[in-house]
């Protein structure tokens, strides 16, 4: 059984969308999806709900956490998918982001290297009825398998982009990735035009767990 979404709930979250919006981080749409999605219900314990509705990165075990709400809407509005858009997520975490990119209409697919949490948010989201395809593996690789996607979001800090990435992206396909060492990186944006040629914008710092390359 999955929590409940209450009127308190709710309420809740709409005071922190009204507090994303006044940010000006994100559009109206990523705002509206993620005012319908439950952020509380995938925190692992229900006692902190009061907490998944303040703009706080949280403890979601395995040493991992599920992103800021600030961070979630940074992320989806440049992502911005369009509705029927595949989209690879690395860092499935939570799931709360890949359930974000559902509610945009996106077919998502996600991959978690700790196994603990993915088969934690694969339960978590058939209880929902979150439909989105969850791999467990090594995000560096992509999903050859499942390959082009229109857009790939990396919810992990990376010391630099896997090449696997860039050759996994559609042409016209975006992605969005922190990059960076020492704890913080900054949101790279790198575009893949239909002639196949790349370019590369900078959004700013934030400061991610890394996209780790061992196993633990
Ligand atoms: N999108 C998540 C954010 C979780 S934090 C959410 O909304 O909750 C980043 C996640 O990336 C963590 O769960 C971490 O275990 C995972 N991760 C780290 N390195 C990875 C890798 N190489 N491949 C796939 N996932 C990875």
Do not use: C
């Amino acid at each position: 059984m999955t929590g409940q979404d209450t009127y308190r709930h709710k309420g809740l979250r709409r005071r922190l969308i009204d507090e994303l919006r006044e940010l000006n981080i994100a559009d109206a749409r990523t705002l509206e999806a993620m005012l319908e999605v439950p952020r509380h219900l995938f925190f692992p314990d229900q006692a902190f709900v009061e907490k998944a509705y303040e703009d706080i990165a949280f403890k979601i075990g395995a040493g991992q956490t599920i992103s800021h709400p600030s961070t979630v809407a940074f992320q989806s509005a440049l992502i911005s998918p369009k509705r029927g858009e595949k989209i690879l997520e690395i860092g499935t975490g939570s799931g709360y982001q890949t359930a974000v990119l559902v509610q945009l209409g996106a077919r998502v697919f996600s991959i978690e290297r700790q196994h603990e949490l993915h088969v934690r948010t694969k339960k978590l989201l058939d209880q929902m009825g979150i439909s989105a395809r969850l791999s467990f593996g090594d995000g560096y690789l992509g999903l050859p398998g499942f390959a082009p996607f229109d857009k790939i979001l990396v919810t992990a800090g990376a010391p630099f982009i896997p090449q696997p990435l860039i050759d996994q992206l559609k042409p016209g396909g975006r992605l969005v990735i922190p990059v960076g060492k020492d704890g913080t990186q900054e949101m790279v944006v790198v575009d893949k035009a239909e002639d196949g040629s790349l370019s590369q914008s900078v959004h700013g710092e934030f400061r991610f767990v890394p996209l780790l390359e061992d196993r633990n």
